[in-house]
């Protein structure tokens, strides 16, 4: 089995800053994209951020100069630096992987996480 576990949500005040974290375990063979998504009450979810193994980045117009993703192969792990937070940031924040498992090394699938909370207010 595969399992994505986030962490690093909470409250914050506006202005602050929080990081998040996703670590993908279990019998995975090849990690091609790994990525946030976000969901607010009464929304769809959303891309917020995006890294493949190129690596190439990608960024929700609403997050980019504040925003930053990143990742450790070796620990099969992304990060979220999240700047400068605004009240419209607070959603649910859900990590995704695009991968294969070892017993089809070549068939990839989307896995996600549970998510974590972000909660951005004074």
């Known amino acids: 089995q595969v399992q994505l576990v986030e962490s690093g949500g909470g409250l914050v005040q506006p202005g602050g800053s929080l990081r998040l974290s996703c670590a993908a375990s279990?019998?995975?063979?090849?990690?091609?994209?790994m990525g946030w998504y976000r969901q607010a009450p009464g929304k769809q979810r959303e891309l917020v951020a995006q890294?493949?193994?190129?690596?190439?980045?990608n960024y929700a117009d609403s997050v980019k100069d504040r925003f930053t993703i990143s990742r450790d192969n070796a620990r099969n792990t992304t990060y979220l630096q999240m700047n400068k937070l605004i009240p419209e940031d607070t959603a649910i924040y859900y990590c995704?992987?695009?991968?294969?498992?070892?017993?089809?090394?070549?068939?990839?699938?989307?896995?996600w996480g549970r998510g974590t909370q972000v909660t951005v207010s004074s």
């Open positions: 995704n992987a695009f991968l294969s498992r070892h017993e089809r090394p070549f068939a990839f699938s989307d896995y």
């Open positions: 890294l493949t193994s190129l690596p190439n980045t």
């Open positions: 279990g019998n995975i063979f090849r990690i091609s994209t």
